[in-house]
């Protein structure tokens, strides 16, 4: 866990008071929302593994969702429809989804650490850190919020209509949605400028 903070410790050296880690779910799919997480986290809070939400099991991010909201200073978790990833491009909606989540916090960050390497559309005073989500505590606790709370939400999803199977592949191009769709059709939660670009 140590390692997680040790470029957050370089940063708060600075002279920074306050960071906040973003970090974002689902902008691959076929359908959905895309999420974005911001959290908060006390410095150097130890939070047993802790890490890039991807590297970890369903069942260990569920765990992990509930000791990181309990444990951070503060967190949002935002994110932006279909219709505007439809409308914005998926860049720039998962940005819109960033900021909301940046908004939640109470107090504000001085500084926003995004993982990647675009913070082009963050309206805070923000950094890119490449593979964020496994180097910084903050970002691989926005990776865990935003990754469950999609994943909370394609479940949902997967009650409403069943036949697409959305709790097994999470609005991902997996060969079952391929055939979900094929034979279903896409409905209003596909994101219908990405299933051109499949095809």
């Known amino acids: 866990m140590t390692e997680l903070w040790t470029l957050e410790n370089e940063i708060y050296a600075e002279g920074y008071k306050l960071i906040c880690g973003v970090d974002e779910a689902g902008r691959g799919p076929l359908a959905g929302p895309v999420y974005a997480a911001a959290v908060?986290?006390?410095r150097d809070a130890d939070i047993p593994g802790?890490?890039?939400s991807?590297?970890?099991t369903e069942k260990k991010r569920e765990a992990l969702f509930d000791v990181i909201t309990r444990s951070a200073l503060s967190y949002g978790i935002a994110s932006a429809s279909v219709e505007e990833i439809e409308k914005l491009n998926i860049l720039n909606a998962t940005f819109l989804a960033m900021n909301r989540a940046v908004a939640q916090l109470d107090p504000q960050p001085e500084l926003?650490?995004?993982?990647g390497n675009r913070n082009t559309g963050i309206e805070t005073m923000s950094r890119c850190i490449v593979k964020g989500d496994s180097k910084c505590a903050d970002i691989a606790a926005a990776s865990v919020l935003a990754k469950v709370s999609r994943d909370r939400y394609m479940l949902a999803l997967a009650e409403e209509f069943p036949e697409y199977h959305f709790e097994k592949h999470k609005g991902y191009g997996t060969k079952l949605h391929y055939e979900?769709?094929?034979?279903?059709?896409p409905l209003p939660v596909h994101r219908v400028s990405f299933l051109r670009k499949m095809h």
């Open 40 to 42: 908060i986290l006390p």
């Open 112 to 115: 926003t650490l995004v993982d």
């Open 180 to 185: 979900a769709l094929r034979e279903f059709g």
């Open 50 to 52: 802790l890490n890039d």
């Open 54 to 56: 991807k590297k970890l």
